[in-house]
């Protein structure tokens, strides 16, 4: 059975990109977790509290639905955000979104989360590029996703950040 993923996306400019281009990017020290995923499986997108810089306001979401097109390999130019270089990715499908700064609280399933065997101190497992999810973890968080989620088309250019000027 293939694995299911929380891909954990901590910048709003970085969230951009991957909904946008449909593509996800890892940073070096990751390449173990990454190239754990294969192409074909499925993957949920997170924001952090952080990814909008304001976390006493935001909340952390899964905002997304997606399935992995490509294997992870080395990117040909790595991509920068916020001065923190991505050196490898895959090619995304993404089947579905959540309206802009909508989407599952994930704290509120934690409870509920095999993934997370402490409750108090499941935000410690989410420093990290991914997370694989235990198969009824990926199925509650898909029957509590799918309810929230629109077509893409309709929803992505409410991601789409534009830098500001300098």
Excluded at 24 to 46: D, I, N, Q, T
Excluded at 94 to 103: D, I, M, N, Q, Y
Aim: hydrophobic content about 40%; glycine content about 6%; overall charge positive.
């Amino acid at each position: 059975m293939p694995s299911a993923h929380l891909l954990i996306i901590g910048d709003r400019a970085a969230l951009s990109w991957v909904i946008t281009e449909q593509r996800m990017a890892f940073p070096a020290g990751r390449s173990k977790a990454a190239r754990a995923m294969a192409e074909g499986e499925e993957v949920f997108l997170y924001t952090t509290r952080g990814c909008f810089r304001n976390p006493t306001r935001d909340l952390g979401r899964v905002i997304g639905r997606a399935t992995i097109t490509s294997p992870v390999r080395v990117l040909d130019e790595p991509v920068v955000f916020n001065e923190r270089s991505f050196t490898e990715g895959c090619r995304l499908k993404v089947s579905g979104l959540a309206p802009f700064r909508e989407g599952l609280v994930l704290r509120d399933l934690v409870p509920r989360l095999s993934v997370f065997p402490d409750p108090a101190t499941w935000s410690v497992r989410m420093r990290r590029a991914s997370l694989t999810l235990p198969p009824a973890d990926a199925e509650l968080v898909r029957t509590e996703l799918e309810p929230l989620l629109r077509p893409y088309g309709e929803t992505r250019e409410g991601y789409r950040w534009e830098p500001a000027a300098a």
